[in-house]
């Protein structure tokens, strides 16, 4: 079930940047000019210039309600809380923004230790269900940080009404009890949460952190045996899941287990993390982005708060600052591992391709048994056409893997890439064949496949079948429809061939290999005005063709689709979809994933 909109921070945003001084280079005349240059920061995502700029305009102007609103956003989700909670104690009253103050007011006096302030300014008038579940925990912590116990948890019990609420309330409940030094409690708190798988759809992150604090309690209590139990039934849901799988090995070796959290401060921190945690995407990702920056007002040096704001950099494309975030996180953390390879992948996405290399290689060093390390490896060393190095990690990962399940298709499929690119083409049958036997119904695969067979003249029948499975498969992919149009071309039916190249270009219309294909299928059917049309759009494309393609099309511009140039479009290597060196889209899986879409 999705979370009920409409959130008291819906009104904030702009992404978060480690905050850094002012640039005492950022000086305006006017006070319209600060503003307007600090909005247009604001809406480009760089939180840092937009302070700046603000900063500036409320010089000029320290009275103005409306710019000390926007300020406000801007401090908040910039990660300056000070200065954030400064304003927002003038506008704690404010029609506009007066719950977000007051929010930040009580985040700020539960990070003073000054509780009975924190329940006074998180009583918000007319509260959201989202605002009125938020401010109600947070109340709770500063309950128990005041040694009031029973009515911590009994404000939580009091919270209904609302179909999502239970697991946040059953979570948030352990947690109290936990601290409050409750462990049957806590321990019942959790299993409920356990018990309801159904709620792990509206929180993963809660459902998957009740397992971690139950499993903790019952090592605590030296039964081992429940624990672990617990622990394989949120394997089962995540099995990659650092924090549990690092609490598992703590417990199989006989190590001690420490408590999921020790104090209040920690507790409202998590509060602010899970819930934001729950909202973090779409619209909602502005909300989360303050929730998480509130959060580290209490709890600053916490690893899976720093991962989330990590995340929100890499999708807003501020690498260095996603960059920076992981690099606070510390080796001990069961996060570091994600924390290294994110920032690999990070590093090659900034356009520092020799660091990024010699990051992975160092991360392969560290976790030598670990599959994703030498898949991350792979990926930037395929993204760098060194096929034969991606082939070797992949060797590894797949090594790693055994006994294959249907999840390990895509291993297979980007080594068969990687040795078909190395002209190694029974070694890629094979693969990809194994790829479609894990996952038949993968439409990378079956394009790859296809064509390639319909490429080199053989299977033709069954090659060309499945790439139309492929297109079934993902009707609105413009480069497997390409592949389709390509390997008609390659049939010398062209005319179906301009049918289908034409609907690719209508869904990629500026990819130059694409435009490229159609045009000379409009040659080979007379088209000759409309090919070169399409020829000239390859040369202006996005991405800019290599060289040696423009040279090319420049020459078909020049003297037509000669017999010399068509036998060698007909013998071209790859369709669009296939290609990661010219100048096309390559499927999502041959180049380095973009960050944070497969580790965290």
Do not use: C
């Not at 103005?64 to 003038?90: I, N, P, W, Y």
């Not at 008038?125 to 309950?143: E, F, G, I, K, Q």
């Not at 900034?350 to 060093?365: F, G, I, P, T």
């Amino acid at each position: 079930m999705a979370l009920a909109s409409g959130p008291a921070f819906a009104a904030a945003g702009a992404a978060a940047q480690t905050s850094k001084p002012a640039d005492p280079t950022l000086q305006t005349r006017s006070l319209a000019g600060a503003y307007l240059a600090a909005k247009s920061a604001q809406l480009g995502g760089d939180t840092q210039e937009a302070t700046a700029f603000f900063s500036q305009a409320l010089t000029l102007d320290p009275t103005s309600q409306v710019l000390q609103q926007d300020a406000m956003f801007a401090f908040l989700a910039d990660g300056r809380f000070k200065e954030g909670a400064e304003l927002a104690a003038k506008l704690r009253d404010d029609s506009e923004a007066g719950k977000v103050a007051r929010m930040t007011l009580g985040v700020d006096a539960l990070a003073r230790g000054d509780h009975s302030a924190a329940i006074a300014q998180l009583d918000i008038p007319n509260p959201s269900d989202l605002d009125r579940l938020l401010v109600s925990h947070l109340m709770s912590w500063a309950d128990l940080g005041d040694k009031r116990p029973d009515e911590a948890l009994s404000r939580i019990d009091e919270l209904d009404g609302v179909a999502w609420y239970p697991i946040f309330n059953q979570y948030q409940k352990g947690l109290l009890a936990e601290v409050a030094g409750r462990p049957e409690v806590a321990k019942t708190a959790y299993a409920a949460v356990v018990a309801d798988r159904q709620g792990a759809q509206t929180s993963p992150d809660a459902y998957l952190a009740a397992i971690e604090g139950l499993a903790r309690i019952e090592a605590r209590a030296d039964d081992k045996t429940a624990a672990l139990k617990t622990l394989a039934t949120g394997l089962e849901l995540a099995p990659r899941y650092d924090p549990l799988l690092a609490l598992k090995a703590d417990i199989e070796a006989g190590r001690p287990v420490e408590p999921t959290l020790t104090s209040v401060k920690e507790g409202a921190a998590e509060t602010l993390y899970i819930l934001g945690q729950a909202i973090n995407r779409g619209d909602g990702q502005q909300v989360a982005l303050l929730y998480f920056q509130l959060a580290r007002a209490l709890d600053p040096a916490s690893p899976a708060l720093l991962t989330a704001l990590a995340g929100i950099a890499e999708r807003g494309e501020r690498l260095d600052v996603a960059i920076a975030y992981y690099a606070q996180i510390p080796e001990t953390s069961p996060y570091h591992r994600t924390a290294e390879l994110q920032t690999g992948l990070d590093l090659w996405y900034a356009e520092r391709k020799d660091e990024a290399k010699a990051h992975l290689n160092k991360a392969v060093a560290d976790y030598p048994d670990d599959i994703q390390a030498h898949t991350a490896l792979a990926d930037v060393l395929a993204a760098d056409k060194d096929y034969k190095g991606a082939s070797v990690a992949l060797d590894r990962a797949i090594a790693l893997s055994e006994p294959v399940d249907p999840t390990d298709w895509n291993l297979y499929y980007q080594r068969g890439i990687a040795f078909e690119r190395q002209k190694m083409w029974p070694k890629a049958e094979a693969d990809l064949k194994k790829a479609l036997e894990l996952s038949p119904d993968q439409p990378s695969v079956l394009n790859y496949l296809g064509y390639s067979w319909v490429d080199m003249g053989m299977n033709l029948d069954e090659g060309l079948n499945m790439i139309r499975k492929a297109v079934d498969l993902r009707p609105n992919d413009g480069y497997i429809i390409d592949s389709l149009g390509w390997a008609y071309y390659r049939l010398a039916r062209f005319d179906d061939a301009v049918s289908e190249l034409e609907r690719a270009v209508l869904i990629n219309p500026v990819d130059p290999t694409i435009n490229d294909h159609l045009g000379d299928a409009y040659w080979q059917v007379g088209r000759k005005r409309e090919a070169r049309f399409q020829w000239n759009r390859a040369l202006v494309g996005d991405p800019k063709p290599e060289a040696e393609a423009i040279m090319k099309i420049q020459a078909k511009l020049k003297d037509g689709l000669t017999p010399d140039a068509a036998g060698e479009a007909k013998a071209a290597p790859a369709p669009a979809d296939k290609r990661a060196d010219g100048g096309a889209a390559a499927p999502a899986e041959t180049v380095p994933a973009k960050p944070a879409s497969t580790l965290q």
